[in-house]
């Protein structure tokens, strides 16, 4: 009986190479080819963002504590929204998120612009000079954290430096830079500046060595003080980068998260609690998962119209540029 | 008769299936039944080169190992360990009881996780085993005992007596300028302090400024009066000791916005203008280390901190500290002392494990009394001592001193769990943030007090009254809270 079924077994051998021959040649089709990208896309789309949107969307229309099985859960409708929009934490959190996000990106759009305009003034050490100033961007948020929390220590560095100011102001030299409520959000807008002025550094950078050495010659040539170069042309040119620059750094600090975290915990109280921390706060500390999902939607459409209205300005930034054949 | 026979003869059956049912491990010790325990597990499944893991507090990377490779030589059983800080560890199991990996066998953390971790389905029932295992609760307090169940059921293992303890400055009581002057002032001398009231007067007296000389001593950092904790996340833990009472009536209506509860936020912020500046942003590894400088008079703290500030290499103020009770707080016209356990390290075994039953034996073998008693007496370890046996173990005493050791176990008997319900971290989060707006005075205890009642409410209304009001009933019964109500 065995060495009848053995030719069989044999035989078999080359079958299994046949489908996918089968499979290339139905691939190859012009017809199906082009459609290939088209469904990896959809499919990792739908894998990766839908079917996580959907599900967030299905959770915050239950009721339902992670302290509870999923089983005991059960539909709510729109209440957890009504309840996040009731909620004044909600609203704190997320003025304080924006309070963080303006004074901080005004301050790194600041610093790096200058930065950037000097390094690439500058002659010698170009490369030194980046290369320091992109530093901070690198280093892990948690470092970062750690760093200032010891910098910013009662009777730390930061406090000898500044206690000399203080004391001409009259302010009490020993400021309590992590525990009240006013100087630890300054505390960690701080932090976020000395990380992320880095990264409009390098864009604004990009910027300035872009700069058509021509025009600002010819201004030169024909007579422009410094300043006028500055403000008639460079700055004019550079409304691009800018642009750019304002609407990345904003969509990342308004997830602010790290060093609100790391610094102070959200305290003293709730005071530097931003929207992110409140959101991890309500689902990972408090369990409350639906409640946590609908607020997070209702962030999806506040920051999704804030993108929206960056998208914009930068596709009107380019549309102009190419209307004065800058783009 | 014959019926009487039939009866005898049934019960007997049901009896004996009951027993069968619950059969006790072999072993004369704790410790013993654990390890045999452990090995019938082994035996009865044919398991060889098993590897359990365990979600541990970071605290104890450095003290666990010693134990966990014990066991491994008893068991076979090897112990990996997965350290993480022990305010991430909550969440970590809450993601666990969604994720349901089966990634962790057991879990490190306070007894305050139970309710919601137990709620979730992540935690395991250990009574079943227990039940084999016999373990011994004999002579812990039972505001810390108690700790161990929730809603009737076992389903942790406790081993830290962290409640709080005042500690003085001995070197300073004892210093004759500072006894005269002391003696001048209040008519006594110096030393624990019976009543918060009395604690607050004393740290005004010993709240010294930079560069001031005092009692033939100069102060060049300052000394400050008093120090505990009182940042998010912490205040929670320490308030109990003022309040002195149930947080709750038997309906689960807070008892807070009441003259008893307005005085003790008042007393809880009212102490701060004598501790550090950045007392609100401070949690243990600041306060510690602070505290070892020696640039204040007194801590409230876990117990831990006179063991380290004996032990650390800079403390300057090595056997010089005198521990004392929890002050007595007045809580409606009476004086109580409440010594909250504000901590507490627990372990409990994931529903998820593939051997629930060998992870049991492994928390039942460490926190037995003896293993227990060594894991307290371990030099690199935060386990504090919370039961009976701890008096008599002389690596204990010689680890945190006579006079610690009985101060802390007097303590116990004063321990008083925080809130075991359901959603306690959004009830102490409440806390938290408006005993924060009264320390900064942006609030007055009045307005605390009513905000605080407010939030409570809410929570309680969002989690479930009736479910809150029945589990709040049954922990006040087991005298978890100490307090009964009224």
Redesign the interface.
Known sequence: MADAHAPTRTAAVPAPTRPPRRIAAWLAQERVFRLVPFVLVEGLFLLLLAIPFGLTVYISLLKW?????FEQAHFEGLGNYADVLADAEFWWALGRTFYFAAVAVSLELLIGFVLAMLVARTVRGTRVYTTVFLVPMMVVPVVVGYNFSMIY???GPLNQLVAPVAALLGFDP?I??????IA?QWAIILADVWQWTSLTFLIFLSGFSALPRPLVNAARVMGASPWQIFWRVQLPLLKPVIVIAVVVRSMEALKIFDQSVLL????????TQTVAFYLW?QV??????SFGAAASMLLLVIFAALIYAGIYLLVRQRSVALAEGRG | MRILTIVLAAMLVVGTGATAGAQVVPGATVEERAVNGAKAYLQKHNLKNVEQTILLSSLYRNSFPDFSERWEKLTGVTIKIVPLGY?DI??KI??E??AKTGEFDMFNDFPYTA???A???VLIPLDPYAARGKPDFSGVAPGLSHQQYYQGKLYTFVLDGDHLILVLRQDLIDNPQVKAEYRAKFKKDPGCPATMEEWERQAEFFHTKPGQSRWGMTFD?GLYGAMGYR???FSYRHFPAYFGGLLFDKDMNPRIATPQGVKAIKQFASIVKYM???????GTP?IYPFWASGQAYSVMSFPSVVGFANSNEKSVIKAKQLACLVPQTDAGGKLVRRSPQAAGTGYMVSKYSKHPELAYWFVQWLTGPTVGDEAIAHPKGFWDPFRESNLKNAAIRQRFGEQFLATTMENSKYATSLLML??N??YF?VL??????V??G?ATAEEAAKRIEAGWNKVTN??GRARQVQTWRQGVESGIYLDKFE
């Open positions: 504590r992670a302290s509870r099985p220590v009662d009777s020993r309590r830079w992590l525990s009240h409520p630890a102070t915990f959200g305290g003293p109280g709730n005071s706060r990972w500390q408090f369990n409350k998962f | 305010t909550p969440a809450m993601a009881a969604v309710p919601d971790a709620g979730a389905g950092k940042s998010v996340n550090p500046p950045d007392i609100q942003g401070w600041q359901e959603g971290y959004e989060n938290d943030k408006h005993l924060a707006d320390m900064n942006n969002d989690v």
